[in-house]
């Protein structure tokens, strides 16, 4: 079965600070996309980025990049030049392959910048 | 706006009862999902629909059902309601029909207090 995992319940970080979640994933499909969504005070799920298992480059957004290390099953975010407004749950997801695509969600970051 | 339409945004009801919570995919979507966020749980999948067959079915409790209907909307039917399904439920929607690329559009989520 996938499994998730985000080992930062909640991170400080002083703003235009660069900050970086992690989210482990395991897998035993070779196939596989890797997404990162914020969930700001307000309740709503935003995407943030995505990353397929067989993107030979690591996906950036933005002020958003996926530090993605297959070997070690990692897929970390990283927020350039953090701001007030990036204040939020974080949540890494992974989507199954083909014929299956629901999202298996790690348990969040909650991210808090410092003025 | 996501395009993704969820109604109503607040439900608040007694233990026993039944209601529906409903979804309009973005247009051209003809996949549905619906989550469940809760405190304990974190985002589980509940169900997946595509143009209208049942597609997927994750953590759903036989007091709940799903349909998608012609028109591609969806309604989530929870009954003989308890206090833990006290939550917020969300509807989101993609192209469908297989593929690993960008995630879903997430609706800005339904939350349903049991009292």
């Known amino acids: 079965a996938q499994k998730i995992t985000q080992t930062q319940p909640g991170m400080f970080v002083q703003e235009k600070e660069a900050v970086t979640l992690d989210c482990t994933y395991d897998?035993?499909?070779?196939?596989?996309?890797l997404f990162w969504y914020k969930q700001p005070s307000s309740g709503e799920m935003i995407f943030l980025i995505y990353?397929?298992?067989?993107?030979?480059q690591n996906a950036t957004e933005g002020r958003y990049s996926l530090n993605f290390q297959k070997a070690r099953k990692s897929a970390n975010l990283v927020i350039s030049a953090s701001q007030l407004g990036d204040s939020a749950m974080y949540f890494c997801a992974m989507r199954e392959p083909l014929g299956n695509e629901k999202l298996t969600f790690g348990t969040g970051t909650r991210l808090t910048i410092i003025p | 706006d996501s395009g993704v339409t969820q109604t109503p945004k607040h439900l608040i009801t007694a233990t026993g009862q039944r209601v529906t919570l409903r979804c309009s995919p973005r247009?051209?979507?003809?996949?549905v999902y619906w989550y469940q966020q809760s405190l304990d749980q974190g985002l589980q999948f509940l169900i997946q629909y595509y143009n209208g067959e049942e597609r997927a079915k994750g953590n759903i409790l036989e007091r709940f059902s799903a349909q998608q209907f012609p028109d591609l909307h969806s309604e989530l039917n929870l009954s003989s309601l308890e206090l833990g399904d006290s939550a917020l439920y969300f509807c989101?929607?993609?192209?469908?029909?297989?593929?690993?690329?960008?995630?879903?559009?997430f609706g800005s989520g339904t939350r349903l207090t049991v009292v």
């Open positions: 989101a929607s993609s192209r469908g029909g297989g593929g690993l690329d960008y995630g879903y559009t």
């Open positions: 990353q397929g298992s067989y993107d030979e």
């Open positions: 247009s051209g979507d003809l996949s």
């Open positions: 897998t035993s499909d070779q196939s596989y996309g």
